[in-house]
């Protein structure tokens, strides 16, 4: 004997899930750079020289240098001519006083002084060098002020925002449970 069977069909539930992750959106300004630059100066002064010409040297020289030291070079050339007279008398009596030597020592005299040439040199001797010249080079006042550059960066924070996602969890089939019963044949 068959027994009639009673069948159940169950079917469980399922669970549906919509999600979005979340985004983030980041934004970072640009720094700004202030920038302040002054500019460098310089100055730089040159004094003039100082250039110093003697030249009395080269006046005495050509005997129109001052008046002074004309007279004083006149007064030291007599001194000398006077020495060299009183040597050249004394030789001169030397030579008379050697009779022994039958010269005719003052027929001789006579014409050497007749020809003699006198000489008082009162002027100095003329050379190149007689000019001094002096120059003294002034150095150069330089003032320097160095440039500036002065830097003020300014940064900016990053701005972040977070926007949400989305969840959604909802009841996509729902739990069953079936009976199907049997059929029955019942004849009365």
Not at 125 to 147: C, F, G, M, R, W
Not at 154 to 178: C, M, S, V
Request: glycine share 6%; no cysteine; net charge negative.
């Amino acid at each position: 004997m068959d027994f009639p069977l009673l069948q159940i069909r169950q079917q469980y539930a399922r669970i549906g899930i919509d999600a979005d992750l979340g985004t983030f959106d980041i934004k970072q300004p640009k720094p700004e750079m202030h920038m302040k630059s002054t500019p460098g100066k310089s100055e730089i002064r040159q004094p003039q020289g100082e250039l110093t010409i003697d030249s009395s040297r080269a006046k005495d020289a050509l005997a129109i240098g001052s008046h002074t030291q004309f007279m004083k070079r006149v007064y030291n050339e007599a001194y000398q001519v006077g020495l060299q007279s009183i040597g050249t008398t004394i030789e001169e009596g030397n030579r008379m006083a050697a009779i022994h030597t039958k010269a005719n020592v003052i027929a001789d005299l006579a014409v050497e002084g007749f020809f003699k040439d006198f000489k008082m040199a009162y002027e100095t001797e003329a050379s190149i060098s007689n000019v001094d010249l002096q120059y003294t080079a002034n150095k150069p006042q330089i003032h320097i002020e160095k440039s500036q550059m002065e830097f003020d960066p300014q940064l900016h924070k990053p701005e972040i925002f977070y926007n949400r996602g989305k969840l959604d969890i909802y009841l996509a089939q729902r739990a069953t449970l079936e009976f199907i019963p049997p059929q029955i044949d019942v004849k009365l």
